[in-house]
């Protein structure tokens, strides 16, 4: 999964569905997350895009997203922030949590 920053946030958010991971590399459910988000990008291919972004690298964008517990998975459509999830979530409910978003 790609890191973004502050530099590239709003550039990769501005299309499409977009999950971003607010993580930090000590964090074991963070740990956890990722091998669930990989499934996710594999089952749901180009409808999502998913960025990882370290809350100890970008304190300013968890603080910009009122993130005050980590993992926490915020979804965007266009720019928009729709929903946020906090702590470790299955697949499923990930996947629920996008599939709505997803326009067939």
């Given amino acids: 999964m790609e890191i973004?920053?502050?530099k590239n946030f709003n550039?990769?958010?501005e299309k499409g569905l977009v999950l971003v991971d607010f993580f930090a590399?000590?964090?074991g459910p963070c740990r956890m997350m990722a091998p669930v988000l990989e499934d996710v990008?594999?089952?749901l291919g180009e409808d999502v895009q998913i960025y990882k972004v370290d809350v100890d690298e970008d304190q300013n964008l968890a603080r910009q997203?009122?993130?005050?517990?980590?993992?926490?998975?915020i979804t965007f459509?266009?720019?928009?922030?729709?929903?946020?999830?906090?702590?470790?979530c299955t697949k499923d409910v990930v996947e629920n949590a996008l599939r709505?978003?997803?326009k067939k």
């Fill in 4 to 6: 973004i920053t502050e």
């Fill in 25 to 27: 590399n000590w964090c």
């Fill in 65 to 73: 997203f009122g993130v005050m517990s980590i993992p926490t998975l």
């Fill in 41 to 43: 990008k594999k089952d």
């Fill in 77 to 88: 459509v266009d720019g928009v922030q729709k929903e946020k999830n906090i702590g470790y």
């Fill in 11 to 13: 550039k990769k958010i």
């Fill in 100 to 102: 709505k978003y997803i």
